[in-house]
């Protein structure tokens, strides 16, 4: 089990089309319809995804995708990152952690920009 701090902090606001565009994908890879929108969380040091993930193809979502489960303030989740993020190249650096649930996490936790949150990966 890993934990890690950082901060709530606005994203690019792009994962929402893409959540609505490959829903069915999506839900066979996390059990879950997931919210078209991501939570971003900055650390304060790079992480890098454990060799435990799931990947998506980049044919089936027009990008490879890699999906760890996770849990945020308890709540089931998962850390999304694409393969051009992790590599180093994408829109994104490795501090940034995208969590995708089905819900608004924002919403539900009354998330503010520059908040903490705690996110629990391997539990």
């Known amino acids: 089990m890993v934990v890690l701090h ?6 690019i606001g792009d994962f929402g089309r893409w959540a609505e565009r490959y829903r069915d994908v999506y839900a066979e890879y996390t059990g879950m319809a997931l919210y078209p929108g991501s939570l971003n969380v900055v650390l304060t040091e790079p992480w890098s995804l454990p060799a435990e993930r ?5 044919d089936e979502v027009g990008t490879g995708v890699n999906l760890v489960p996770c849990r ?7 850390l999304m990152r694409t393969d051009r993020n992790e590599h180093g190249t994408g829109d994104h650096p490795r501090t940034v952690l995208e ?3 089905d819900v608004r996490l924002r919403d539900l936790f009354g998330l503010a920009d520059g908040d903490p949150v705690e996110v629990t990966v391997g539990a």
């Open 99 to 101: 969590i995708v649930a």
């Open 54 to 58: 799931i990947h998506v193809a980049a």
């Open 72 to 78: 945020v303030f308890d709540r089931p989740a998962f």
């Open 6 to 11: 950082g901060r709530v902090a606005s994203g």
